[in-house]
């Protein structure tokens, strides 16, 4: 090494290192040996049946395989009754649910709507988002029975407290001084939300719609499963059977829709803008 680069290494000292996240070397040491002995207990705990996981890698390497040579056609009416049916489903319940979420959103925006409602329109969202599809599916089919009214108040119910949350948020953050201005001008409450509101919040809107019509078509075939409805039924009808080309099928299908929904929110929310 040079004497010239001697100094200027002398000069620049030690290169600079983020500091850990814990400063003390010996908690650092204790916290990994807690966390590898805690995985070895949990580990441990899980009663293996390795020769089930051997007969299960078997399946799953024909279920993967089937998706080489899918099988439209064998149960081709159950398949497009089905998907017409998630379909409906998915479509009632975005509309029905972000026609009601848009009130409540409206109400549990704390900068425009007064504290009794601002709770009320919460404590629905809160239950709403406390309460996981599945259990709400189950619940339904039980009051209703097997058939897509329970996997539509499902949907409806989800969505609800989905879209309002994050419709809610995104009132709270917007610019008030457009909103101001259109109070200032005299405006009536409803004037003020069509002109001052509305057209700040309308992009976001309809991007989450479309997120949430997406994510009621996915969440459909799940409900199936329950007895709510849609393709759901017979995808499982058929992974059942050991059909897995059908249920190949099925879910190339489902991953089309699910694109063709994506490309399409892509495009609205580019023309909103």
């Known amino acids: 090494m040079s004497e010239a680069a001697f100094n200027v290494q002398t000069k620049m000292g030690k290169p600079w290192k983020k500091p850990p996240f814990v400063q003390r070397k010996w908690l650092r040491l204790i916290l990994l040996v807690g966390i590898v002995a805690y995985l070895i207990a949990a580990y441990m705990t899980i009663d293996v049946n390795w020769s089930r996981v051997y007969q299960g890698l078997e399946r799953g390497k024909k279920f993967v395989m089937a998706f080489t040579d ?9 398949i497009w009754e089905g998907m017409f049916e998630s379909i409906i489903m998915t479509v009632a319940s975005s509309v029905v649910g972000i026609a009601i979420s848009i009130p409540i959103a ?7 709507a007064p504290l009794p409602v601002y709770l009320i329109c919460r404590g629905i969202i809160a239950i709403s988002r406390a309460l996981q599809e599945i259990i709400v599916a189950i ?3 039980a009051i209703f029975g097997f058939g897509p009214l329970a ?5 409806s119910f989800a969505t ?5 949350k994050l419709l809610a948020e995104d009132i709270e953050s917007m610019d008030r001084v457009q909103a101001e201005a259109i109070k200032a001008s005299g405006a009536r409450w409803t004037q003020w939300i069509n002109y001052g509101v509305q057209p700040q919040v309308m992009p976001r809107l309809i991007g989450l719609s479309i997120y949430r019509l997406d994510i009621n078509f996915r969440e459909s075939a799940i409900l199936g499963l329950v007895g709510a409805g ?15 080309d059908t249920a190949a099928a099925i879910l190339i299908i489902i991953i ?10 892509g495009v609205v929310r580019a023309r909103v803008q």
Not at 70 to 78: I, K, N
Not at 151 to 155: E, K, V
Not at 256 to 265: C, D, N, P, Q, T
């Open 160 to 164: 609800i407290g989905f879209l309002s």
């Open 230 to 244: 849609g393709i759901g039924a017979t995808l499982n009808t058929a992974f059942d059977r050991y059909e897995y």
């Open 106 to 112: 409206l109400g549990a925006a704390r900068n425009i």
């Open 139 to 141: 619940l339904l089919v």
């Open 256 to 265: 089309v829709i699910v694109m063709a929904l994506e490309y399409l929110s």
């Open 70 to 78: 899918p099988d439209f056609t064998t149960r081709s009416t159950d």
């Open 151 to 155: 996997g539509f108040l499902t949907l």
